[in-house]
């Protein structure tokens, strides 16, 4: 077994182009990360924990902060608070991507940022006829361990693949990861139906050039002449980078939200489940109606929220609230039984918590990319947890 100080790694660190590329959830920006890695022969394993790290960090905007000096001084800083702490690397078990990094190094990147409590590592950061979905549809179909796309509530295409990309053109064919599945229908207008299962995510670009990234247990329809009757049902959650056409307001209806918008980046979240509805707006406008209310209209980094019909609208942080479409999950200060629901619904498993360890709040991000096992011994090396698995449930308790 290898094993590296943070001086070996320190170099890939404070890589700007790196850690923009790390950072944002490995954006397509013009980095290549293979290329990086010819470039620094024999440095694989170190580029690999590098970005671990890089993504266990919170970022906040500030933007007088982005000096090579002054990532040192924080570095350095971050150095003398962990001491002389020695970090293990063994050769990541993947298969063909480099975003799995076993869970020792994940543990590592994950442990830094938690025992670090409040501090920020600082950087820039951008991230640039209708059919009634009703509860008990999506959690019969949520059931199964496939996406389903169903057109016109008959015709169903399963798909196995997490993370898939499914495309559906103006003619209403459905063509997934560049293969098609489903030719056209022809002139007849459909309504379609994506639903995608706990466990699973998926991303769809509709026929107006939309795209939407779909998390487990969420369900969408529309009809198939999208490009002009820019409407869109959802149950669950669902993060979208609508494109504008001033001629075409795009529609998004939840069980309590109305959401319109021309072009701009928002995410909407409505479990049938949870207490709390809301929306969070990345970039552009949006005008948003809760039941009967009024109209309000959310700015960027704005979040509106909706709970035991009090409707609240906060300035937020949105990365902490977009960041599940690229298999990241961050917490500050969030109660540790809120983020073991999340993962419960994540990885479709079910994990109980008995004692004390409730009301544990923790900081920090995890990435999703590893095993539901190797995401909870990720938290374990700063919450004390025991870990036992009886069938298909986790129990979780205080370790003695």
Same mark, same amino acid.
């Given at each position: 077994?290898?094993?590296?100080?943070?001086?070996?790694?320190?170099?890939?660190?404070?890589?700007?182009?790196?850690?923009?590329?790390?950072?944002?959830?490995?954006?397509?920006?013009?980095?290549?990360?293979?290329?990086?890695?010819?470039?620094?022969?024999?440095?694989?394993?170190?580029?690999?924990?590098?970005?671990?790290?890089i993504?266990?960090?919170k970022?906040?905007?500030?933007?007088?902060?982005?000096?090579?000096?002054?990532k040192?001084q924080?570095?350095?800083?971050?150095?003398?608070?962990?001491?002389?702490?020695?970090?293990?690397?063994?050769?990541?078990?993947?298969?063909? =991507?480099?975003? $799995? /990094?076993?869970?020792? &190094?994940?543990?590592? !990147?994950?442990?830094?940022l938690?025992?670090?409590? +409040?501090?920020?590592?600082? =950087?820039?950061? $951008? /991230?640039?006829?209708? &059919?009634?979905?009703? !509860?008990?549809?999506?959690?019969s179909?949520?059931? +199964?361990?496939?996406?389903?796309?169903?057109?016109?509530?008959?015709?169903? &295409?399963?798909?196995d693949?997490?993370?898939?990309?499914?495309?559906v053109?103006?003619?209403?064919?459905?063509?997934?990861?560049d293969?098609?599945v489903?030719?056209?229908?022809?002139?007849?207008?459909?309504?379609?139906?994506?639903?995608?299962?706990?466990?699973?995510r998926?991303?769809?670009?509709?026929?107006?050039?939309?795209?939407?990234?779909?998390?487990?247990?969420?369900?969408?329809?529309?009809?198939?002449?999208?490009?002009?009757?820019?409407?869109?049902?959802?149950?669950?959650?669902?993060?979208l980078?609508?494109?504008?056409?001033?001629?075409?307001?795009?529609?998004?209806?939840?069980?309590?939200?109305?959401?319109?918008?021309?072009?701009?980046?928002?995410?909407?979240?409505?479990?049938?489940?949870?207490?709390?509805?809301?929306?969070?707006?990345?970039?552009?406008?949006?005008?948003?109606?809760?039941?009967n209310?009024?109209?309000?209209?959310?700015?960027?980094?704005?979040?509106?929220?909706?709970?035991?019909?009090?409707?609240?609208?906060?300035?937020?942080?949105?990365?902490?609230?977009?960041?599940?479409?690229?298999?990241?999950?961050?917490?500050?200060?969030?109660?540790?039984?809120?983020?073991?629901?999340?993962?419960?619904?994540?990885?479709?498993?079910?994990?109980?918590?008995?004692?004390?360890?409730?009301?544990?709040?923790?900081y920090?991000?995890?990435?999703?990319?590893?095993?539901?096992?190797?995401?909870?011994?990720?938290?374990?090396?700063?919450?004390?947890?025991?870990?036992?698995?009886k069938?298909?449930?986790?129990?979780?308790?205080?370790?003695?």
């Open positions: 077994m290898v094993q590296y100080t943070f001086k070996d790694i320190e170099v890939f660190l404070l890589d700007d182009d790196l850690f923009q590329w790390a950072k944002s959830g490995f954006a397509d920006n013009g980095f290549d990360i293979e290329s990086y890695k010819l470039q620094h022969p024999g440095c694989e394993e170190r580029i690999e924990l590098a970005i671990a790290v993504r266990s960090m970022v906040v905007e500030d933007t007088e902060s982005t000096s090579q000096a002054y040192m924080s570095f350095n800083r971050m150095m003398n608070k962990l001491h002389s702490q020695d970090i293990k690397s063994v050769q990541p078990h993947r298969t063909h =991507s480099y975003r $799995k /990094v076993i869970v020792y &190094v994940a543990s590592i !990147a994950a442990f830094l938690l025992c670090l409590g +409040s501090y920020y590592w600082i =950087s820039t950061f $951008k /991230v640039q006829e209708e &059919v009634e979905l009703t !509860a008990d549809m999506i959690d179909l949520s059931r +199964s361990d496939q996406v389903q796309v169903l057109l016109d509530g008959k015709q169903a &295409v399963g798909l693949k997490n993370n898939a990309e499914i495309r053109d103006e003619n209403g064919a459905v063509i997934v990861d293969k098609l489903v030719a056209s229908k022809g002139e007849k207008i459909l309504m379609n139906q994506v639903v995608v299962p706990y466990g699973k998926t991303k769809i670009i509709l026929p107006d050039g939309s795209s939407l990234w779909i998390n487990s247990g969420s369900c969408i329809s529309y009809s198939s002449d999208f490009a002009t009757n820019r409407r869109l049902n959802v149950q669950g959650e669902v993060f980078d609508v494109k504008k056409d001033e001629k075409h307001p795009f529609i998004v209806k939840t069980t309590h939200l109305e959401v319109s918008v021309l072009g701009t980046a928002f995410n909407v979240n409505d479990y049938a489940k949870n207490v709390e509805t809301s929306v969070v707006l990345v970039r552009g406008s949006v005008d948003v109606k809760v039941d209310k009024a109209k309000q209209r959310l700015l960027p980094n704005q979040r509106l929220s909706m709970a035991s019909g009090a409707v609240k609208i906060n300035e937020v942080d949105v990365y902490g609230y977009i960041c599940w479409k690229d298999d990241i999950m961050n917490f500050d200060g969030q109660k540790l039984t809120t983020i073991l629901n999340t993962l419960s619904q994540y990885y479709n498993t079910k994990i109980e918590i008995i004692g004390s360890l409730k009301d544990e709040k923790c920090g991000s995890l990435d999703l990319n590893c095993t539901l096992e190797e995401v909870l011994e990720s938290i374990s090396l700063t919450t004390p947890l025991r870990i036992v698995r069938g298909e449930i986790i129990i979780l308790s205080p370790e003695k």
